[in-house]
């Protein structure tokens, strides 16, 4: 009980010093800010916010982070995360979220694909073997790929699980595999050699990413900058 006590005694004193600074000034701050991403979503966010930040917070330096589900919720909570960039189904009751975007599915196969054309519909698509992402939080919104994927086709549709998004298109590219993302992801990926975009035909929810931050850190300066330049930069209307 001391030590719970203790905790919580600490806890409120952070709180209290957060409350104490009320100034951050980006043109003079060295502070690393660190966020929490997948690696499509450190390509997405990142050259932008690097490019919108080059002149007006030149000391400011980014580190990113893996997702995980053991450790994300704690980090926020004791500020050694600043943001999470993510779809969540759940988080916990003091993870305060903003919404950035919602985003549709699309599919990637190889150009030269035998029996897929421009077009797919939900006989080929189950017909299909698939590739699939594992991501390191159970309430990721993209968990909902694998499991459509599986109640449609059952499990033997998928022919291939791999560690990261960033794996899964140079194998599409080379292969027969279907592999479903977000409209936004499968633009950028299909730029690679090799690849297309086909509608999706599952009936998947759109997924909405949002920043994620602790609300202990409501009024904490440095983290509103950062959250501030963030949804001037993504939040869509």
Same mark, same amino acid.
């Given at each position: ?21 009320? $100034? /951050?000034? &980006? ?17 997405? /966010? ?18 990113? =982070? ?7 919720? %704690? +980090? ?8 999470? =960039? &993510? ?15 919602? *985003? ?13 054309? *421009?077009?797919?519909?939900?006989? %080929? /698509?189950?017909?299909?073997? $698939? ?7 159970? +309430?990721?919104?993209?968990? %909902?790929?694998?499991? !459509? ?15 990261? =998004?960033?794996? !899964? ?9 279907? /592999? ?10 299909? +730029?690679?050699?090799? =690849? ?14 949002? %920043?994620?931050? $602790?609300?202990?850190?409501? &009024?904490?300066? &440095? ?15």
């Amino acid at each position: 009980r001391r030590r719970r006590d203790g905790r919580r005694q600490v806890l409120q004193l952070l709180d209290q010093d957060l409350g104490a600074h009320t $100034h /951050f000034d &980006a043109r003079v701050s060295k502070r690393v800010f660190r966020l929490a991403c997948t690696e499509v979503g450190a390509i997405h /966010f990142m050259p932008r916010l690097l490019a919108q930040v080059g002149d007006s917070a030149p000391g400011v330096r980014w580190e990113i =982070l893996p997702l995980s589900a053991a450790d994300s919720e %704690q +980090q926020l909570a004791d500020g050694e995360l600043d943001l999470l =960039l &993510a779809a969540f189904t759940e988080l916990g009751p003091r993870i305060c979220s903003e919404r950035l975007y919602t *985003a549709r599915h699309v599919c990637l196969v190889r150009e030269q694909h035998p029996r897929i054309g *421009a077009q797919m519909d939900l006989r %080929q /698509f189950c017909a299909e073997r $698939h590739v699939v992402a594992t991501i390191n939080h159970p +309430q990721h919104a993209y968990s %909902q790929v694998e499991r !459509a994927i599986q109640q449609a086709a059952g499990p033997q549709a998928i022919g291939l699980r791999v560690p990261s =998004l960033l794996t !899964a298109p140079y194998i599409v590219a080379e292969s027969d595999l279907v /592999f479903t993302v977000t409209e936004m992801v499968g633009a950028q990926m299909a +730029q690679l050699p090799g =690849l297309r975009r086909v509608n999706c035909p599952l009936p998947l929810a759109p997924i909405a990413v949002h %920043q994620y931050w $602790h609300s202990r850190y409501n &009024a904490d300066p &440095a983290v509103l900058w950062l959250r501030e330049l963030i949804a001037s930069n993504f939040r869509s209307p």
